[in-house]
């Protein structure tokens, strides 16, 4: 058990309808991610947080929202989503240095 | 362009070859790790490479980081069907914390 969590799992939703994904950790880790897998693309960095309210932008971050108001939970948050967005999403975090990064099982996300 | 560049994207070898993946940027990474994903699953951590010239081995796979810091690769001897999944190499830049993934690897290992 990698002490973080993704939810929903799954979840189908509607062009321009608002989704937002949860992540949640139990190990106190001040480093969390998103990122988005597609076929080809490997994992993309969307939005990191380095600590509560302190967030920044990754190499995908159009269209992607965050919040963290407390250590444990990071969300994401589509505002308007579009069928680009379909993709699976992984959360992971991270302690402070070269650490292991631990993943999230993922979201897989359709949007129609 | 993605800042790590990862070849080749696919590889299909019979159990008992040897194979090298690649991972390549322009950027310094003050660390790089390589992690294994299985279907269905998120990433899983195999190492972390931190010095330049560093070459650390686990079992049959072999890991080495450059000189430069810039680029890396996995080596695999004696490949297994076992070894079959897909392979991504993970850097943090010199000056951040952001931890950004290559585009991976695909190795099909066939008995």
């Known amino acids: 058990d990698a002490g973080i969590t993704q939810s929903p799992r799954h979840k189908v939703t509607e062009t321009g309808t608002p989704v937002t994904l949860r992540c949640h950790q139990t190990?106190?880790?001040?480093?969390m991610y998103w990122y988005r897998q597609d076929p080809g693309h490997g994992l993309r960095l969307i939005h990191y947080?380095?600590?509560?309210?302190?967030?920044d932008k990754g190499e995908v971050s159009d269209g992607y929202s965050v919040s963290r108001s407390k250590t444990e939970d990071f969300l994401l948050t589509l505002e308007s989503a579009t069928s680009s967005q379909t993709s699976v999403y992984f959360c992971a975090h991270r302690g402070v240095g070269a650490g292991e990064a631990f993943f999230g099982q993922g979201t897989r996300l359709t949007v129609v | 362009t993605q800042l790590l560049e990862q070849s080749p994207q696919f590889l299909s070898i019979q159990e008992g070859e040897n194979l090298t993946v690649y991972c390549n940027s322009s950027?310094?990474?003050?660390?790089l790790q390589w992690y294994r994903q299985e279907p269905g699953e998120g990433p899983v951590l195999l190492v972390t490479?931190?010095?330049?010239?560093e070459v650390k081995k686990l079992k049959r796979l072999t890991f080495q980081f450059g000189d430069a810091r810039k680029d890396s690769s996995l080596h695999i001897t004696a490949a297994q069907p076992g070894d079959t999944g897909l392979y991504l190499c993970?850097?943090?830049?010199?000056?951040?914390?952001?931890?950004?993934f290559g585009g991976g690897t695909r190795v099909l290992v066939k008995p």
């Open positions: 490479v931190v010095t330049g010239g």
């Open positions: 950027s310094v990474f003050s660390s």
């Open positions: 947080s380095y600590g509560v309210k302190d967030t």
């Open positions: 190990e106190n880790h001040r480093y």
């Open positions: 993970a850097g943090t830049e010199a000056a951040g914390n952001k931890l950004t």
